[in-house]
């Protein structure tokens, strides 16, 4: 579910970082008031805990396709809504940069698709209102598979949004969301499971920690040891039990790319494709490229621009000149490598 | 502000699971002593330290550091004059480079960044790792890592170092340089340590602890040498004194 | 699980390499984060049937690598490893573009232009990432984000989150290799051993994570995280910056592959 840079615009991206910056702002301010310091190294080892999880790819039967688990809805469970999107903003952060695993550009996008919906739509909305009255198994469960579907629904839509709005594929609307939210049905059943367990396992070993996450109240006394104990015990049996299911099948979202098919073109409304391109149009440096629009004029200058941009790059000069900008970049690596060595001998 | 004791008086406590880890135990360490308290495994060593640190709270009695109790009114000032050594160095080495490890605690109080630079470097240079400033953590050998917490603590300049195990799994030279580092230190010291050679040698007095009491409290050439006592309390002789020529002593 | 420590031995190596002390370490973390930023937004910008002049964005990360002294195998390894998404996605693009170019000859659907151009994005745009890290490192990083008024608050939860990580899995792959020992037949851990493991895991992990805190709290820690004294920017740091920013406008720009290409063509005719 981590959206790659390639696959964004800078105003998309923009947009989303801005947003999320502003969400962990306000979140931020939300918890400095109720910061209760114990929660600090609780944050620090559920970020490494949902880290570790997002890495086991588990098999979504008859499909052919994997996901992994968001982590979202646990984040907001354990910690509260502000804390766990500070803590999955932090996870996200650290993928990002040192595996590459969503883009930094798209950080903004990434952080808003699984933390934003969970933490604070699914969570507030969904599953404190299945557990307003009494917390029990039952329906710690009921809330947390059904919070865990939606969130994870409204984040593969917003994937599908963010891409589109990019205007990068050539995917048409339809047929992208057709296979998307699909598969993230799935992934939200296995997430709303392990959401369960992970949660049950917490509030059968204190469950001050759910009633006072419920009302923001600092965790204080608690026994904070039983609370890891059951979270980390936790991060083992999902790791033991889904390593079963773990597989090489490529992620929910690539699949749903893979099994697109049809003629079905649906694409999104011009408008917001205009005023999107418009916008670009002001900020990009050669207004020709980019956007694809569909009203006349701009459309046909945009094709013979696109045209004579392909043809200049397929022509043998372009072609040539693209191998020998790649000779000369290795061959300037290289001859750094050999003074630095040289120096130092 | 005297910082002239660390008194504790009548402590009690117990843990939640009703487990009385600390009964009644009383004492008072003079400036500049130092002390080492030594017990068999489970005797309350360790809770006696937390209650001193105000980690824990006792039940009965108080801890009082100078003149000032120790209660969580009192915690930020007393902690101060505290510093406390834990026995994995890595629990104190949360930080992604020494000097930022060493510069925590000054940090947080506040101390402008000059300053901080000038305590960091002192306790750097005091504890002989000046070199792996700028080193990370889990590069560090186990000597490193236990000078670089302890030097952690000593850049807050605490009046009193308490340490846990300082000697624990270090190899015999890290062992030794630990040794006379100890012996160097003009602060009041409080050791808890398995390693009674290394406590015969660094302190001058000695303080048993049984089943969460003080069964025996006075100079370390006396009790080291008490068989029966140390025996009764789950010890033994520190290896140096045993087969000793001189009084005879051995190890049965 | 194996994943889990593979990625460990990545976050190590990447923080072994962002300890070097090479020009480009020096370089300001700020600037470094600025430059990476511009170098994405250009790069991304490029329009979908762009391949050409993305080619002299290879100069930037070619000239990172041999600088900053950073292996490129394992990095290029991790860019590997992200790919197979995108190719995924971008796979699609011949299959729905109905137009075909002409290529030597050969009719193309014009979905592969926008494929390859896609591939190319995503490796220089992955590449940069990590080479931002692997330059920088986490808390040079973290007095960066310091000076862009990010939240103490944010930057000390990523900073634990970061340290605890490889705590966790240190505790994991010391406990796996405990097991495999001990149970040499074994792939992987059985089944019936999980509870047991998980428990020691977790109180293993937990009791750490308190020590932390206490030790933490010891030494005065009241919520609040100071990072220190923020480093100035320095001329050199803004020429890096200007430099680079004017190299990567002017390749979005112009079309440096063809020009040199026009060149040579021209030359030898």
């Given at each position: 579910?981590?959206?790659?840079?390639?696959?964004i615009?800078?105003?998309?991206?923009?947009?989303?970082?801005?947003?999320?910056?502003?969400?962990?702002?306000?979140?931020i301010?939300?918890?400095?008031?109720?910061m209760?310091?114990?929660?600090?190294?609780?944050?620090?080892?559920?970020?490494?805990?949902?880290?570790?999880?997002?890495?086991?790819?588990?098999?979504?039967?008859?499909?052919?396709?994997?996901?992994?688990?968001?982590?979202?809805?646990?984040?907001?469970?354990?910690?509260?809504?502000?804390?766990?999107?500070i803590?999955?903003?932090?996870?996200?952060?650290?993928?990002?940069l040192?595996?590459?695993d969503g883009g930094?550009?798209?950080?903004?996008?990434?952080?808003?698709?699984?933390?934003?919906?969970?933490?604070?739509?699914?969570?507030?909305l969904?599953?404190?209102?299945?557990?307003?009255?009494?917390?029990?198994?039952?329906?710690i469960?009921?809330?947390?598979?059904?919070?865990?579907?939606i969130?994870?629904?409204?984040?593969?839509?917003?994937v599908?949004?963010?891409?589109?709005?990019?205007?990068?594929?050539?995917?048409?609307?339809?047929?992208?969301?057709?296979?998307?939210?699909?598969?993230?049905?799935?992934i939200?059943?296995?997430?709303?499971?392990?959401?369960?367990?992970?949660?049950?396992?917490v509030?059968?070993?204190?469950?001050?920690?759910?009633?006072k996450?419920?009302?923001?109240?600092?965790?204080?006394?608690?026994?904070?040891?039983?609370v890891?104990?059951?979270?980390?015990?936790?991060?083992?049996?999902?790791?033991?039990?889904?390593?079963?299911?773990?597989s090489?099948?490529?992620?929910?979202?690539?699949?749903?790319?893979?099994?697109?098919?049809?003629?079905?073109?649906?694409?999104?409304?011009?408008?917001?494709?205009?005023?999107?391109?418009?916008?670009?149009?002001?900020?990009?440096?050669?207004?020709?490229?980019g956007?694809?629009?569909?009203?006349?004029?701009?459309?046909?200058?945009?094709?013979?621009?696109?045209?004579?941009?392909i043809?200049?790059?397929?022509?043998?000069?372009?072609?040539l000149?693209?191998?020998?900008?790649?000779?000369?970049?290795?061959?300037?690596?290289?001859?750094i490598?050999?003074?630095?060595k040289?120096?130092?001998? | 502000?005297?910082h002239?004791?660390?008194?504790?008086?009548?402590?009690?406590f117990?843990?939640?699971?009703k487990?009385?880890?600390?009964?009644?135990i009383?004492?008072?360490i003079?400036?500049?002593?130092?002390v080492?308290?030594?017990?068999?495994?489970?005797?309350?060593?360790s809770?006696?330290?937390?209650?001193?640190?105000?980690?824990l709270?006792?039940?009965?009695?108080?801890?009082?550091?100078g003149?000032?109790?120790?209660?969580?009114?009192?915690?930020?000032?007393?902690?101060?004059?505290?510093?406390?050594?834990?026995?994995?160095?890595n629990?104190?080495?949360?930080?992604t480079?020494?000097?930022?490890?060493v510069?925590?605690?000054?940090?947080?109080?506040?101390l402008?960044?000059?300053?901080?630079?000038?305590?960091?470097?002192?306790?750097?240079?005091?504890?002989?790792?000046?070199?792996?400033?700028?080193?990370?953590?889990?590069?560090?050998?186990?000597?490193?890592?236990?000078?670089?917490?302890?030097?952690?603590?000593?850049?807050?300049?605490?009046?009193v170092?308490?340490?846990?195990?300082?000697?624990?799994?270090?190899?015999?030279?890290?062992r030794r340089?630990?040794?006379?580092?100890?012996?160097?230190?003009?602060?009041?010291?409080?050791?808890?340590?398995?390693?009674?050679?290394?406590?015969?040698?660094?302190?001058?007095?000695?303080?048993?602890?049984?089943?969460?009491?003080?069964?025996?409290?006075?100079?370390?050439?006396?009790i080291l040498?008490?068989?029966?006592?140390?025996?009764?309390?789950g010890?033994?002789?520190?290896?140096?004194l045993?087969?000793?020529?001189?009084?005879g002593?051995?190890?049965? | 699980?194996?994943?889990?420590?593979?990625?460990?031995?990545?976050?190590r190596?990447?923080?072994?390499?962002?300890?070097?002390?090479?020009?480009i370490?020096?370089?300001?973390?700020?600037?470094k984060?600025?430059t990476?930023?511009?170098?994405?937004?250009?790069?991304?910008?490029?329009?979908?049937?762009?391949?050409?002049?993305?080619?002299?964005?290879?100069?930037?990360?070619?000239?990172?690598?041999?600088?900053?002294?950073?292996p490129?195998a394992?990095?290029?390894?991790?860019?590997?490893?992200?790919?197979?998404?995108?190719?995924?996605i971008?796979?699609?693009?011949?299959?729905?573009?109905?137009?075909?170019?002409?290529?030597f000859?050969?009719?193309?659907?014009?979905?592969?232009?926008?494929?390859?151009s896609?591939?190319?994005?995503c490796?220089?745009?992955?590449?940069?990432?990590?080479?931002?890290?692997?330059?920088?490192?986490?808390?040079?990083?973290?007095?960066?984000?310091?000076?862009?008024?990010?939240?103490?608050?944010?930057?000390?939860?990523?900073?634990?989150?970061?340290?605890?990580?490889?705590?966790?899995?240190?505790?994991?792959?010391?406990?796996?290799?405990?097991?495999s020992?001990?149970?040499?037949?074994?792939?992987?851990?059985?089944?019936?051993?999980?509870?047991?493991?998980?428990?020691q895991?977790?109180?293993?992990?937990?009791?750490?994570?308190?020590?932390?805190y206490q030790?933490?709290?010891?030494?005065?820690?009241?919520?609040?995280?100071n990072?220190?004294?923020v480093?100035?920017?320095?001329?050199?740091?803004?020429?890096?910056?200007?430099?680079?920013?004017?190299?990567?406008?002017?390749?979005?720009?112009?079309?440096?592959?063809?020009?040199?290409?026009?060149?040579?063509?021209g030359?030898?005719?």
């Open positions: 579910m981590h959206m790659a840079d390639a696959l615009s800078p105003v998309v991206g923009g947009i989303m970082l801005a947003t999320t910056a502003g969400v962990v702002a306000y979140s301010k939300k918890i400095q008031n109720d209760d310091e114990k929660k600090i190294p609780l944050m620090g080892v559920m970020g490494a805990f949902i880290f570790a999880a997002q890495m086991i790819n588990f098999s979504i039967p008859g499909t052919g396709s994997s996901g992994h688990l968001g982590g979202g809805m646990i984040l907001a469970i354990l910690l509260g809504p502000y804390a766990g999107f803590t999955m903003s932090s996870i996200l952060l650290i993928q990002a040192f595996f590459g930094l550009l798209a950080y903004g996008c990434n952080v808003f698709n699984l933390g934003f919906y969970t933490c604070f739509i699914a969570y507030p969904i599953y404190k209102w299945f557990t307003r009255k009494q917390i029990t198994s039952k329906r469960f009921v809330a947390s598979m059904i919070s865990a579907l969130g994870l629904q409204m984040g593969a839509f917003s599908v949004m963010e891409t589109l709005l990019s205007g990068k594929t050539e995917l048409p609307f339809g047929t992208f969301v057709l296979m998307m939210q699909p598969i993230h049905l799935a939200g059943v296995v997430e709303g499971f392990v959401t369960a367990t992970i949660v049950t396992f509030w059968k070993a204190r469950p001050e920690i759910l009633e996450t419920a009302t923001l109240e600092p965790l204080g006394n608690v026994s904070i040891k039983k890891l104990t059951s979270i980390l015990i936790a991060v083992v049996v999902v790791g033991g039990s889904l390593s079963w299911f773990a090489t099948n490529p992620d929910g979202l690539e699949w749903s790319m893979k099994k697109t098919s049809g003629e079905k073109t649906l694409k999104a409304p011009d408008a917001i494709h205009k005023t999107l391109s418009e916008i670009q149009n002001k900020t990009a440096f050669l207004p020709h490229y956007f694809k629009t569909k009203s006349g004029e701009n459309k046909e200058k945009q094709a013979q621009n696109e045209k004579t941009s043809n200049a790059g397929k022509s043998i000069s372009g072609i000149g693209g191998i020998l900008t790649l000779a000369l970049a290795v061959f300037t690596g290289v001859l490598k050999v003074i630095k040289k120096k130092k001998t | 502000m005297s002239h004791k660390l008194e504790v008086r009548d402590l009690h117990s843990y939640p699971d487990y009385e880890a600390v009964k009644n009383s004492f008072t003079h400036h500049g002593e130092s080492g308290i030594i017990g068999a495994n489970g005797a309350g060593k809770t006696l330290l937390m209650l001193l640190m105000g980690v709270f006792p039940d009965d009695g108080e801890v009082l550091v003149d000032i109790h120790v209660t969580k009114k009192t915690l930020p000032m007393i902690r101060q004059r505290l510093g406390m050594v834990f026995q994995d160095p629990d104190q080495l949360f930080m480079t020494v000097y930022d490890d510069a925590f605690g000054p940090r947080n109080y506040k402008d960044e000059k300053e901080v630079e000038i305590q960091v470097a002192k306790a750097l240079k005091l504890v002989g790792i000046s070199h792996l400033k700028d080193r990370a953590p889990f590069k560090l050998s186990g000597g490193e890592k236990r000078s670089a917490a302890i030097a952690s603590v000593l850049s807050m300049q605490p009046d170092l308490i340490m846990d195990e300082p000697t624990a799994a270090l190899d015999p030279k890290s340089r630990v040794m006379s580092l100890l012996k160097r230190f003009e602060h009041t010291k409080i050791i808890t340590s398995h390693d009674l050679d290394m406590v015969l040698e660094t302190c001058k007095r000695v303080i048993v602890i049984k089943d969460g009491k003080v069964a025996a409290d006075g100079i370390t050439s006396e040498t008490n068989v029966r006592l140390l025996d009764d309390c010890l033994e002789m520190p290896l140096s045993q087969n000793c020529p001189i009084c002593a051995s190890k049965e | 699980m194996s994943n889990v420590i593979n990625s460990l031995y990545n976050m190596l990447l923080d072994d390499l962002a300890r070097k002390e090479t020009p370490h020096k370089i300001h973390p700020l600037v984060l600025l990476t930023f511009v170098y994405l937004i250009m790069v991304v910008s490029f329009g979908k049937y762009e391949i050409g002049s993305l080619l002299s964005f290879v100069f930037y990360p070619v000239i990172i690598f041999a600088l900053a002294e950073i490129v394992p990095i290029l390894k991790r860019v590997l490893l992200v790919e197979p998404l995108i190719i995924g971008g796979i699609l693009n011949p299959l729905f573009d109905h137009h075909t170019i002409l290529f000859g050969i009719v193309i659907s014009r979905g592969w232009v926008t494929f390859l896609i591939f190319i994005k490796g220089l745009t992955v590449v940069a990432s990590i080479l931002l890290i692997a330059t920088t490192g986490m808390d040079r990083l973290a007095v960066g984000l310091r000076m862009l008024k990010v939240p103490k608050i944010f930057v000390l939860q990523l900073l634990l989150t970061y340290r605890y990580i490889t705590v966790l899995m240190e505790e994991v792959s010391g406990m796996m290799r405990a097991y020992l001990r149970a040499p037949r074994q792939k992987g851990i059985h089944r019936s051993v999980w509870g047991s493991f998980a428990g895991l977790i109180l293993r992990t937990f009791d750490r994570a308190q020590r932390v030790s933490m709290n010891l030494r005065g820690f009241t919520g609040e995280y990072t220190g004294e480093t100035k920017v320095r001329f050199k740091d803004f020429a890096y910056l200007a430099g680079w920013s004017l190299f990567f406008i002017i390749s979005r720009i112009f079309n440096i592959p063809t020009l040199i290409g026009l060149l040579v063509t030359v030898i005719k």
